[in-house]
Each structure stands twice: as C-alpha cells, then as structure tokens.
C-alpha cells in the first residue's frame, strides 16, 4: 500500500521558536495533503488541507499565520509551528491522497513538546 | 453537515469473545464511511470503507461492518478477539466538497483482557 512518512516523529522544542514538521509520499504522488491534530485521549481534528502549488485551506479557528503549510512538490508537505507554545504542544498527523477525493493514508505521526 | 457518533468510549471483552464498537453517522446524502484504528505510536490504519456498495463490508484482521441506512449505523464487529486488537478505533465519515477531507469520531478505546 501507499506510504506516507513524517519527520521528525517527535520534537521538542523551547516557547517562542518555530518547528517544521515534514510529511512525504514515498511511493506515490500526493495532489493533496491534509494536517490533523490530536490532543491526547481526543479524536483527530482536521487543521487545514493543502493542494500541491497553491495556499492551503484552513479550517475555522485555526492561525494560518501560525501554522504554516507549504505543499511544493506532489510528494512533500510542511508544517511549521512559528513562535511556539505550549499550548500548541500536541500529537499532529498527516495524510496524503492521490487525484481526487481518494482514500487518504496517514503518516505515523510527530509528537511535539513545547517547554 | 455530515458527522458520526461513537457510542462507546471505552470498550472491555475478553480475549476470544466478539467485539462491537457502535457508530452512527448523520450525512445529508450517502455517505462513504470509514474505520480506522491507531495502535500505540503508530500511524492510522485503514481496517475498512463502505462507498455504497455492498452493506456488509469485510476489512482486515477479521473485522467487518454493515451499513444500516434505516439505523443509520455503521457498527464494526470481529467475532473472536485477539490480545492485539487492542487499540483505539475511530469511526470516520467523508465531507462534503471536493477535497474529500475526514471527519472523525471521538474514537473508541478497545481494551482485550487474557
């Protein structure tokens, strides 16, 4: 099956600095991306979906000057965290689908610790 | 707006008894439904979908789920667990629009006691 890989799988990191969190797709060509949340013992909540070459999406009451997504190639994603806090501390997961609304496969996830 | 519900937050069988997790779903058309599970530090994983074909829907490791429009239900069941089933299972149901993104349920943690 597809494969989505993300780095680094956990951070951590000290208030105010900014973190970037890699998402690929290693084995296929991902026309777009999708950034989760989970707060611990809490469902996945969708942040902001990304189509590769244009601005990504964001979904309400998330910061997009906070959490910035880049999605330059058809097989990478970023995320970064600027000017962290430890509220943003959290588990954020990634996932990759091909062209389409087709079935989304999840990266393992990077736990970030704001101190 | 489409969403599922997740009946049961914890769930607690023994060690080769059947498993039920409960899920509803509320969609304003026919919806495409998911379970996922999430094992401890490691990536979700697809166990099945239901896209409006056949209602019962077999997954992998011997899970299944039909889709009961009257009930609006979407139930995951397994007749015999295994130690390793144990994990946290989510119920997902697909958006609206274009994009396709997922909408999650609160998750269900499934405990297999020995």
């Known amino acids: 099956g597809a494969v989505v890989s993300q780095h680094p799988s956990r951070v951590i990191c000290k208030s105010g600095t900014s973190v970037k969190i890699e998402c690929r797709s290693l084995d296929f060509q991902a026309t777009t991306m999708f950034w989760y949340r989970q707060f611990p013992k809490q469902s996945l909540m969708l942040m902001a979906t990304s189509n590769e070459g244009s601005k990504a999406t964001y979904e309400q009451g998330v910061e997009k000057d906070k959490f910035l997504i880049n999605h330059a190639s058809l097989t990478l994603s970023t995320l970064t965290v600027t000017s962290a806090h430890p509220e943003d501390s959290s588990f954020y997961i990634c996932s990759a689908s091909g062209v389409g609304p087709y079935e989304q496969y999840f990266g393992p996830g990077t736990r970030l610790t704001v101190t | 707006a489409q969403s599922v519900t997740q009946l049961d937050s914890h769930v607690s069988v023994s060690e080769g008894t059947p498993v039920l997790l409960r899920c509803n779903y509320s969609s304003s058309y026919s919806p495409s439904l998911f379970w996922y599970v999430q094992h401890p530090n490691k990536g979700l994983q697809l166990l099945l979908k239901?896209?409006?074909?056949?209602?019962l829907v077999k997954g992998i490791n011997g899970f299944e789920a039909e889709f009961k429009k009257s009930e609006t239900s979407f139930h995951l069941t397994k007749p015999s667990a295994h130690m390793s089933d144990a994990a946290e299972y989510f119920c997902?149901?697909?958006?609206?629009?274009?994009?396709?993104?997922?909408?999650f349920g609160k998750g269900t943690k499934l405990s297999v006691k020995p």
């Open positions: 997902v149901v697909r958006g609206g629009g274009s994009q396709g993104n997922l909408i």
């Open positions: 239901y896209t409006s074909a056949a209602t």
